[in-house]
């Protein structure tokens, strides 16, 4: 074990103001999961500052916990993964991939969940903080009814893989599972247990590709205890409950200072607006 994890494991505690809980059980569980998204954002600030993102443990924790920063999906759930293993959740990676318009699947290793096992006999757990609007808390794997969460009604249906002329076949040969909110697929999840090396692809597609949202414009975001703020470039958005407010922000000196009261995040420079594409990026 690396000696400096429990240290580590302290002040990632305090990076998202929670206490250690006393055992790791689901409602821990539900309580760091809701911690983490109101207090870590998720934002791809790293893709268009040119800053090597490596899926390696120490550095995810190093820019999460040290440098107070945020990530995207491969960060977030994968530091998020450390914190949990060290306070003794059981906990594995899954991959999955997001359904696109049309119901079309995005590329393997599109995004990366947590199976986690507590020890009061519940679950299995999908944890996921890097999803951005989400569940605020874990969904049990196991469930195919209704999940009722503040964030919408969630549900997983077993995949049916594509038949002839378009229409769903059999289901999925591994048991795949789509993940459904408010009765729309947001992503199809493979129960197979994966390494984070496995995601080098996916995080290196995402942070590359024209065809990736994230290379398009700087985006970061959190839940607040009523909605979610984002900020997108000069945009401000707040949404509370279905309502949504938005502020444009004057000048460069407003947005670095939105950065810093809203999602804690200190930078000498801001992002370009509109293309990440073609930086020096490191696969790790």
Same mark, same amino acid.
């Given at each position: 074990?690396?000696?400096?994890?429990? #240290? @580590? @494991? /302290?002040?990632?505690?305090?990076?998202?103001?929670?206490?250690?809980?006393?055992?790791?059980?689901?409602?821990?569980?539900?309580?760091?999961?809701?911690?983490?998204? *109101?207090?870590?954002?998720?934002?791809?600030?790293?893709?268009?500052?040119?800053?090597?993102?490596?899926? /390696? !443990?120490k550095l995810l924790l190093d820019k999460i916990v040290a440098d107070r920063r945020g990530g995207f999906c491969y960060e977030l759930n994968g530091a998020f993964a450390v914190l949990l293993r060290a306070l003794g959740f059981r906990v594995t990676l +899954?991959?999955?991939?997001?359904?696109?318009?049309?119901?079309?699947?995005?590329?393997?290793?599109?995004?990366?969940a947590l199976r986690v096992e507590t020890d009061d006999g519940t679950g299995p757990w999908l944890a996921d903080v890097g999803f951005g609007d989400h569940a605020e808390g874990p969904l049990a794997l196991g469930d195919r009814a209704d999940q009722r969460?503040?964030?919408?009604?969630?549900?997983? &249906?077993?995949?049916?893989?594509?038949?002839?002329?378009?229409?769903?076949?059999?289901?999925?040969?591994?048991?795949?599972?789509?993940?459904?909110?408010?009765?729309?697929?947001?992503?199809? +999840?493979?129960? #197979?247990?994966?390494? +984070?090396?496995?995601?080098?692809?996916?995080?290196?597609?995402?942070?590359?590709?024209?065809?990736?949202?994230?290379?398009?414009?700087?985006?970061?975001? &959190?839940?607040?205890? *009523?909605?979610?703020? @984002?900020?997108?470039?000069?945009?401000? +958005? *707040?949404?509370?409950?279905? !309502? #949504?407010? !938005?502020?444009?922000?004057?000048?460069?000196? /407003?947005?670095?200072?939105?950065?810093?009261?809203?999602?804690?995040?200190?930078?000498?420079?801001?992002?370009?607006?509109?293309?990440?594409?073609?930086?020096?990026?490191?696969?790790?």
């Amino acid at each position: 074990m690396d000696p400096q994890l429990p #240290r @580590t @494991t /302290e002040a990632y505690l305090e990076r998202i103001g929670a206490a250690r809980p006393a055992r790791p059980d689901a409602a821990a569980l539900r309580e760091l999961q809701l911690r983490h998204l *109101t207090t870590v954002p998720f934002e791809n600030l790293s893709i268009h500052l040119g800053e090597d993102i490596v899926l /390696e !443990e120490k550095l995810l924790l190093d820019k999460i916990v040290a440098d107070r920063r945020g990530g995207f999906c491969y960060e977030l759930n994968g530091a998020f993964a450390v914190l949990l293993r060290a306070l003794g959740f059981r906990v594995t990676l +899954l991959q999955a991939r997001v359904h696109g318009e049309a119901g079309r699947l995005g590329i393997p290793y599109d995004h990366m969940a947590l199976r986690v096992e507590t020890d009061d006999g519940t679950g299995p757990w999908l944890a996921d903080v890097g999803f951005g609007d989400h569940a605020e808390g874990p969904l049990a794997l196991g469930d195919r009814a209704d999940q009722r969460d503040p964030r919408g009604t969630f549900r997983f &249906r077993i995949a049916q893989a594509p038949a002839e002329g378009g229409v769903d076949g059999a289901p999925c040969a591994y048991g795949d599972l789509d993940l459904l909110r408010d009765g729309a697929p947001e992503f199809r +999840l493979d129960l #197979r247990p994966r390494a +984070l090396a496995d995601f080098r692809a996916g995080a290196w597609y995402h942070r590359t590709s024209p065809e990736s949202g994230f290379t398009r414009s700087p985006v970061c975001s &959190r839940f607040t205890a *009523t909605g979610r703020i @984002t900020l997108k470039g000069h945009k401000l +958005l *707040t949404t509370v409950g279905t !309502e #949504r407010h !938005e502020t444009l922000l004057g000048s460069d000196e /407003e947005v670095l200072a939105a950065y810093r009261e809203h999602f804690g995040v200190r930078l000498d420079r801001l992002p370009p607006e509109g293309g990440g594409v073609g930086v020096s990026v490191s696969n790790g």
